[in-house]
């Protein structure tokens, strides 16, 4: 048997699941750009790729590594803005296959700027509102900073409570490692 994956490796085995050629997908959290990449290859030339953060550092370490890897999708927008505004920027009834959020702080960056429940959560509400049948809504969250145990819990909380004739929820984590493993939540459409 092979090794359990980690959170990372994980999220990308389910987003090859569900994300097909030409679909529209959202990074929720840029970061440094590892995740738009792994989705705009999936998506394709005729695919569409969203990307949130709100660091101009992040957006700026993405649009390296798309230059430096250039993906095979051409539509890559990004914004550097809050992803609560996720609803407001994707067009009206535009249906996504995912959206991923890595939670926490920039890997390399302050890591006094992090994400916050009560925005991470208004962006989990609008990727659900664009979230096509079996599509699939992944959250990473990292922890360990100040507020990172809230967030978490908020989110975790927020899940369950899904209806479950719409949703099916995921929860992945190793329960044995130290310094705040990441945990994993997966929301996918059902109905």
């Not at 978490?152 to 995921?170: A, P």
Request: proline share 5%; net charge negative; charged share 15%.
């Amino acid at each position: 048997m092979k090794q359990l994956l980690s959170a990372l490796d994980f999220s990308h085995e389910l987003l090859s699941q569900v994300v097909s050629y030409g679909d529209t997908v959202v990074d929720c959290t840029v970061g440094n750009g590892h995740d738009t990449l792994f989705l705009a290859n999936l998506v394709g030339t005729d695919g569409t790729v969203y990307g949130f953060d709100i660091q101009p550092q992040a957006i700026e370490n993405t649009k390296a590594l798309l230059r430096k890897t250039p993906p095979s999708a051409k539509n890559i927008f990004l914004y550097n803005i809050s992803h609560s505004k996720v609803d407001e920027i994707l067009p009206y009834q535009t249906m996504i296959s995912a959206a991923i959020f890595n939670l926490g702080y920039l890997p390399g960056g302050d890591k006094t700027i992090v994400t916050y429940p009560e925005t991470t959560i208004e962006a989990i509400k609008g990727c659900l509102n664009h979230l096509a049948h079996n599509g699939l809504i992944i959250v990473v969250a990292y922890y360990g900073h100040p507020g990172g145990e809230r967030e978490k819990n908020t989110v975790l909380e927020f899940g369950s409570q899904l209806d479950q004739k719409r949703y099916s929820v995921l929860e992945y984590s190793f329960l044995n490692q130290t310094h705040w493993p990441p945990i994993l939540m997966a929301i996918q459409r059902i109905d």
